[in-house]
T-cell receptor, first 113, second 112 residues
Framework: GNSVTQMEGPVTLSEEAFLTINCTYTATGYPSLFWYVQYPGEGLQLLLKATKADDKGSNKGFEATYRKETTSFHLEKGSVQVSDSAVYFCALSEPYNFNKFYFGSGTKLNVKP | SAVISQKPSRDICQRGTSLTIQCQVDSQVTMMFWYRQQPGQSLTLIATANQGSEATYESGFVIDKFPISRPNLTFSTLTVSNMSPEDSSIYLC?????????FGQGTRLTVV
């Protein structure tokens, strides 16, 4: 079946540090991959996405590359800010049913000034 | 894109009672989705609500516990029935448009 595994949190970093949040997936075929972010007290919102192998999604300084050979979609940012403190969810949508999503367990990021 | 309004945003309920959560979308969509996010956990899909037909429930969720209505293409309700403290969660309404999922703000339910 389809599933998403992401690294346990919380992750605590100092401002301007480099961020990596690991995400791997299991899927039949070629899913689309997503990172969603949930800021404190808010709903989930799309951060970035990639729909085919080797695609790189990017937004607000965050990047993730769809790696089919390693079934991974790791989230990276070169220099985090306090305002990036949130919970990050890796997700996939089924290859032939783009309406159905599977989410990882979420990784809480705390950025300290 | 889609703007989703959910209400109530939060509630504290007595065990054994029921709560109905409403979800309104600003555009017509074929399918609406209901998720549960338990404290510190990820999102779990409860069911898919199709307009004009019965909702489709995921494994572990049943209609008697989570009845869903879908009277038109912009609105759905989820009822959490005969609540127990284990039902304390955030409940989220979602739609998918152009391969992207959009979410409401969620309903934070506490059962005491």
């Amino acid at each position: 079946g389809n599933s998403v595994t992401q690294m346990e949190g919380p992750v605590t970093l100092s401002e301007e540090a480099f961020l990596t949040i690991n995400c791997t997936y299991t899927a039949t075929g070629y899913p689309s991959l997503f990172w969603y972010v949930q800021y404190p007290g808010e709903g989930l919102q799309l951060l970035l996405k990639a729909t085919k192998a080797d695609d790189k999604g990017s937004n607000k300084g965050f990047e993730a590359t769809y790696r089919k050979e390693t079934t991974s979609f790791h989230l990276e940012k070169g220099s985090v800010q306090v305002s990036d403190s949130a919970v990050y969810f890796c997700a996939l949508s089924e290859p032939y049913n783009f309406n159905k999503f599977y989410f990882g367990s979420g990784t809480k990021l705390n950025v300290k000034p | 894109s889609a703007v989703i309004s959910q209400k109530p945003s939060r509630d504290i309920c007595q065990r054994g009672t029921s709560l109905t959560i409403q979800c309104q979308v600003d555009s017509q969509v074929t399918m609406m989705f209901w998720y549960r996010q338990q404290p510190g956990q990820s999102l779990t899909l409860i069911a898919t609500a199709n307009q004009g037909s019965e909702a489709t429930y995921e494994s572990g969720f049943v209609i008697d516990k989570f009845p869903i209505s879908r009277p038109n293409l912009t609105f759905s309700t989820l009822t959490v029935s005969n609540m127990s403290p284990e039902d304390s969660s955030i409940y989220l309404c979602s739609v998918a448009i152009n391969t992207e999922a959009f979410f409401g703000q969620g309903t934070r339910l506490t059962v005491v």
